[in-house]
């Protein structure tokens, strides 16, 4: 799952650094338009719904935030 996010995160920022401890929102890597196009992508590759009060900074500040949102979805 995790490498499917880092796949997901590079098509949209190629020249970043996604993985590991990096801070996605808090160090501008994504903005608020990266988020709506993420949750999308993620929607789609998971098969998931994240409803609009999980759409937060902190559950898309790492791969591992988001990993987690998903699993976490999953499990509802």
């Known amino acids: 799952m ?7 995160l590079k ?20 903005d608020s338009l990266d988020i709506v196009t993420l949750v999308t992508e993620l929607n789609a590759a998971f098969d998931v719904r994240i409803p609009a009060l999980e759409i937060l900074p902190d559950n898309f500040n790492s791969v591992e935030a988001m990993v987690a949102m998903i699993e976490r979805l999953d499990d509802v």
């Open 2 to 8: 995790e490498q499917k996010v880092i796949e997901i």
């Open 11 to 30: 098509k949209m920022h190629p020249d970043a650094d996604v993985a590991g401890n990096v801070r996605l929102v808090d160090d501008g890597i994504l």
